[in-house]
């Protein structure tokens, strides 16, 4: 899990933020875009694109109970391939008619459609077992986060 | 047979939803090609698949289209995608 395109990888410590505070689902997208600029991968103005995302498409962003995969296109506010991490102390709403509250948002920064695919599934794994996730939202900090998904061996994919 | 998974940018949850198919249609034992695609470009692409496979929130912003939609709430469940799909595919026949 040490290459730098994988899970972990893309997911530096500086990027993980654990039991933040968010006053509504922008200022939640927010928070994780924070993550982004933190690591590199990308500017100010990838928050302000993956919020309008929302507001353009609606909360389909958020793609299981309680998990929302913060995104835009790629654009010049994109300037690496990165992951940030956001578990918040109280959930919040994004308006999903089956998913909500939000109480992980997962950032996601693309430089195209295809560096980050195996990442994303191993995240899509990792998060799929209701149980890991709640463990991954309630972990107290970001190096406990960081230590639950190294212990994760996602299955090879075929 | 063609199924094209539809998220909104065509990077993130489609390609999620992507794997997540494949993995589905290898336990139902049927052969597919699965292509991504977003919400912009998803009606041309929509021309040639028998299936759409997408969110709720964005299943009713592709319009009139003449494969048939399977829509799924929760991208990282195989379960419910192979449940889901299996249903369609039997519903065609």
Same mark, same amino acid.
């Given at each position: 899990?040490?290459?730098?395109?994988?899970?972990?990888?893309?997911?530096?410590?500086?990027?993980?933020?654990?039991?933040?505070?968010?006053?509504?689902?922008?200022?939640?997208?927010?928070?994780?875009?924070?993550?982004?600029?933190?690591?590199?991968?990308?500017?100010?103005?990838?928050?302000?694109?993956?919020?309008?995302?929302?507001?353009?498409?609606?909360?389909?962003?958020?793609?299981?109970?309680?998990?929302?995969?913060?995104?835009?296109?790629?654009?010049?506010?994109?300037?690496?391939?990165?992951?940030?991490?956001?578990?918040?102390?109280?959930?919040?709403?994004?308006?999903?008619?089956?998913? @909500? /509250?939000? *109480? &992980?948002?997962?950032?996601? #920064? +693309?430089? =195209?459609?295809?560096?980050?695919?195996?990442?994303?599934?191993?995240?899509?794994?990792?998060?799929? @077992? /209701?149980? *890991? &996730?709640?463990?991954?939202? #309630? +972990?107290? =900090?970001?190096?406990?986060?960081?230590?639950?998904?190294?212990?994760?061996?996602?299955?090879?994919?075929? | 047979?063609?199924?094209?998974?539809?998220?909104?940018?065509?990077?993130?949850?489609?390609?999620?939803?992507?794997?997540?198919?494949?993995?589905?249609?290898?336990?139902?034992?049927?052969?597919?090609?699965?292509?991504?695609?977003?919400?912009?470009?998803?009606?041309?692409?929509?021309?040639?698949?028998?299936?759409?496979?997408?969110?709720?929130?964005?299943?009713?912003?592709?319009?009139?289209?003449?494969?048939?939609?399977?829509?799924?709430?929760?991208?990282?469940?195989?379960?419910?995608?192979?449940?889901?799909?299996?249903?369609?595919?039997?519903?065609?026949?």
């Amino acid at each position: 899990m040490s290459d730098k395109l994988s899970l972990l990888g893309l997911l530096p410590e500086q990027s993980v933020l654990v039991n933040a505070s968010a006053s509504d689902w922008r200022s939640a997208i927010r928070l994780a875009g924070e993550g982004l600029i933190l690591s590199g991968a990308a500017t100010a103005d990838y928050s302000d694109e993956m919020i309008a995302t929302v507001e353009e498409l609606g909360p389909y962003i958020v793609i299981a109970p309680g998990l929302a995969l913060a995104h835009s296109r790629p654009s010049p506010a994109v300037r690496a391939t990165g992951l940030s991490w956001v578990s918040l102390r109280t959930p919040v709403r994004f308006g999903h008619q089956d998913n @909500d /509250p939000v *109480r &992980l948002v997962v950032g996601l #920064a +693309a430089t =195209d459609h295809s560096q980050h695919t195996a990442a994303l599934g191993g995240l899509a794994q990792l998060l799929a @077992d /209701p149980a *890991r &996730l709640a463990e991954l939202a #309630a +972990a107290p =900090d970001a190096a406990t986060v960081r230590r639950l998904i190294s212990n994760f061996e996602p299955e090879v994919q075929s | 047979m063609k199924i094209l998974t539809v998220c909104g940018m065509g990077v993130g949850s489609s390609i999620i939803l992507k794997m997540n198919v494949e993995k589905a249609l290898r336990r139902l034992g049927v052969t597919a090609d699965v292509e991504v695609a977003d919400i912009g470009t998803a009606r041309g692409a929509a021309a040639t698949a028998d299936y759409i496979v997408t969110s709720g929130e964005l299943a009713p912003q592709l319009g009139e289209v003449k494969a048939r939609i399977v829509v799924i709430d929760n991208l990282v469940n195989v379960d419910l995608i192979a449940d889901s799909l299996g249903a369609a595919l039997r519903e065609a026949g």
